[in-house]
């Protein structure tokens, strides 16, 4: 029992700290991850290597973590590293000072992940914090489907299951890969329109294009020519559903498929 050190002294940062054990860098040796309030902090997410052992672990001095190139200043942070898209990569998802929950993608790998864009799993609530400030997150299988479900508690002590929903018609496929830059969506996020490129390689009988919500929901579908030959066009969408009714702002899922592939892409709508 007693204070966790770096280099030799007690580790203390500022307020509403929370730590995280991983293994950051892939070395096989668990680090600590630690988010903090950071409002006067040029950065608010930290990450102590371990140059000891996993029996006796020895932290050395902590190292921003970076996003954009930049050290991390959100505010009151709550950092988790876990592969929630199933790539092999471990990705960060944070929750934040606005009551919010950002998902991270890692573009670079295991051993030195790179964080560049990201988008909302919970939106922004500035004005209740009904997610909590920030929201302390947690990833699980709860309901036995194989996939990760999310629990988040909010600001005065209720806590939440966010289930993951994943319907047949956005299911990622892979075991048969689809072809690069099939599936392209900018701006994203978006506010009015968003153009969504496709590019599809070979000849396909069958293509759809369809719009889900994160429950699964099936809120816009397109008609396209039954077939395509290496051949790429676009299709603007405006943020309306089948029947022109503006949606809410959230994460939807833009899935394109074909008679053997598929590819989701999620876009942000915030208005």
């Known amino acids: 029992m007693g204070h966790i050190q770096a280099d030799g002294i007690d580790i203390q940062t500022a307020n509403n700290a929370w730590p995280y054990v991983c293994d950051y860098n892939d070395d ?105 400030n920030p929201p302390r997150v947690a990833f699980a299988d709860w309901d036995g489907d194989t996939d990760l479900d999310m629990l988040t508690c909010d600001y005065y002590g209720s806590v939440f299951l966010r289930e993951n929903v994943t319907s047949p018609g956005i299911a990622e496929n892979k075991e048969n890969p689809v072809a690069t830059n099939m599936l392209n969506v900018t701006p994203n996020p978006f506010s009015r329109t968003t153009n969504i490129s496709l590019g599809i390689e070979h000849s396909a009988e069958r293509i759809g294009l369809d719009i889900y919500d994160v429950s699964g929901r099936l809120v816009r579908h397109f008609l396209l020519p039954n077939s395509y030959l290496s051949s790429s066009t676009s299709v603007v969408w405006d943020g309306t559903d089948n029947e022109q009714r503006r949606v809410p702002d959230g994460v939807y899922l833009i899935t394109l498929t074909t008679e053997d592939r598929s590819e989701t892409e999620k876009v942000l709508l915030v208005r």
Not at 37 to 44: L, Q, R
Not at 46 to 55: A, I, K, P, Q, W
Not at 116 to 123: C, E, G, N, P, S
């Open 28 to 132: 096989g040796m668990k680090d600590l991850l630690v988010g903090q309030e950071g409002i006067y902090s040029t950065c608010n997410v930290y990450v102590y290597l371990n140059e000891g052992t996993n029996e006796a672990p020895a932290f050395g001095d902590s190292t921003p973590v970076l996003f954009d190139g930049s050290p991390m200043t959100y505010w009151r942070t709550v950092p988790v590293l876990i592969d929630l898209d199933l790539d092999g990569k471990k990705d960060m998802v944070l929750g934040g000072w606005y009551s919010d929950v950002r998902f991270y993608t890692n573009v670079g790998t295991n051993a030195n992940p790179v964080f560049t864009d990201y988008i909302y799993l919970v939106l922004p609530d500035s004005q209740a914090y009904s997610n909590g």
